[in-house]
């Protein structure tokens, strides 16, 4: 029987305080928390003054800490952690999202160097066991796609400002106060956080490390009461949806809003639920569902990851291991729907091929396939809405050119 592993966490924010909470709850873990590093000296706290540290030193070099949590906000800071954790032999827990994406194949190598265990499940739609499962159950190349809704902030707002009517600002300000949003909170509405994710869930899912930059993402913040009546007129509800295929020999992936029909099983993944859909060639479709934010929930994921760590689990990333290195490609058409207040200057020669449009209340809509590349610069404009079609009809371009060529 091996002993009990000894954490010294790093923040103890709304997923620090989850995870003291899971731990104390549950028995079976062989696993204590030592000494807890935070930054502000002022702010009360609901456990013993003990435990707290500000020298982040009293955790990395103590030789008793097995393992280093890692649950701050800041990427960098955490990044630094997490190299100087590995480096002096500690295995490592993370949720950190930004930090894991921006940096994952450098995370794979140290690993690799220092045969230290980086475990993340956590940062990749909150209490669902997905990257696991990616790693063990799916351990083939037989994944055709991944997708899902990866935000629980996003999900949980489209949901009260569909369903109640509520105001963005006012759902918005509600995911704030239920501690599901990031502290920048345009990191959740403007699609970041959900291409942070879907950056990590590739690497697990095709064995490819991509940059989270080259994901053309997509949020919901200009998505309009017009919008919300389009979707209610036709049985359809908006979410928030990552997605990534693969298609001849390449990866495709990007981030949206896209209208859903109500019998869709993602329409009713309501609230600060998550949900990813995978597909293999055999397997076919399956899906997990589960709450994608929240303290207990993502605490609940970091303390599997300890768990796991307690029988010396790792992530292989056999597929990565395995692979030639697909590349990663942006040169698609997708079917959208856009709306923007009328004089923006859009027009139906945007599109691959226009298939309608209208005008109405100072609005234009308009409709059709176009690049995906448009999708990126439509993002950037104020109030023009996209939002991808019920069906996306993905077509990649007959020859495309790679983002990047990845190593294998
Ligand atoms: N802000 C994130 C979300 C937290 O809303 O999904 C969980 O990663």
């Known amino acids: 029987m091996k002993k009990k592993l000894k954490l010294g966490l790093f923040g103890f924010g709304c997923v620090g305080q989850g ?6 709850e549950t028995h079976g873990v062989k696993a204590e928390i030592k000494k ?4 502000n000296k002022n702010k009360a706290r609901v456990i013993e003054a003990s435990y707290f540290t500000y020298e982040a030193a009293d955790i990395l070099n103590d030789p008793e800490i097995d393992v280093v949590v890692e649950l701050i906000d800041d990427a960098e800071a ?19 999202k930004k930090m ?23 940062a990749v739609c909150g209490s669902i ?39 963005y600002l006012e759902a918005l300000k509600a995911a704030q106060d239920l501690g599901f949003a990031e502290s920048d909170p345009s990191l959740d509405v403007k699609g970041f956080d959900p291409k942070f994710k879907l950056t990590i869930a590739i690497a697990h899912t095709f064995g490819v490390f991509i940059r989270p930059e080259n994901i ?35 990866i495709v992936g990007f981030v949206a809003p896209q209208y859903i029909p109500s019998d869709h099983i ?8 998550n949900a990813v859909l995978v597909e293999g060639a055999f397997a076919e479709k399956q899906v997990f569902i589960g709450k994608g934010a929240g303290s207990y929930p993502t605490g609940s994921a970091v303390l599997s990851d300890i768990s796991a760590l307690t029988f010396d689990y790792r992530y292989e990333y056999k597929k990565f291991t395995q692979d030639d290195g697909l590349p990663f490609c942006n040169e698609a058409t997708v079917d959208v729907l856009i709306s923007f207040p009328e004089g923006t200057l859009i027009s139906h ?23 995906l590349q448009k999708l990126k610069e439509w993002a950037e404009w104020d109030e023009v809405s996209v939002i991808l079609a019920p069906q996306i009809n993905l077509t990649p371009a007959s020859q495309p050119a790679a983002v990047e060529r990845l190593s294998a």
């Open 266 to 273: 993602l329409a009713a993944v309501r609230n600060e639920y």
């Open 349 to 371: 020669r945007d599109f691959e091929t226009f298939k309608g449009g209208y005008q109405g209340k100072g609005y234009q809509y308009l409709q059709g396939s176009v690049q």
């Open 216 to 250: 053309i993402h997509v949020g919901i913040q200009n998505i309009s009461a017009v919008d919300l009546k389009y979707a209610r007129e036709n049985n359809l509800t908006i979410k928030l949806v990552a997605r990534a295929y693969k298609i001849n020999g390449s």
């Open 129 to 167: 066991p997905i990257l696991r499962n990616l790693e063990e159950y799916y351990d083939n190349d037989l994944i055709t796609s991944i997708e899902g809704i990866f935000n629980g902030s996003t999900n949980y707002i489209l949901t009260k400002v569909f369903e109640e009517k509520k105001s």
């Open 78 to 96: 955490a990044f630094t952690i997490v190299k100087k954790a590995i480096e002096n032999g500690k295995h490592v827990v993370t949720a950190n």
């Open 100 to 122: 894991l994406a921006e940096n994952l194949q450098e995370i794979y190598q140290l690993q690799q160097t220092y045969n230290r265990s980086i475990l993340y499940e956590g």
């Open 19 to 24: 995870l003291y909470h899971v731990l104390t």
């Open 36 to 39: 807890i590093c935070v930054k």
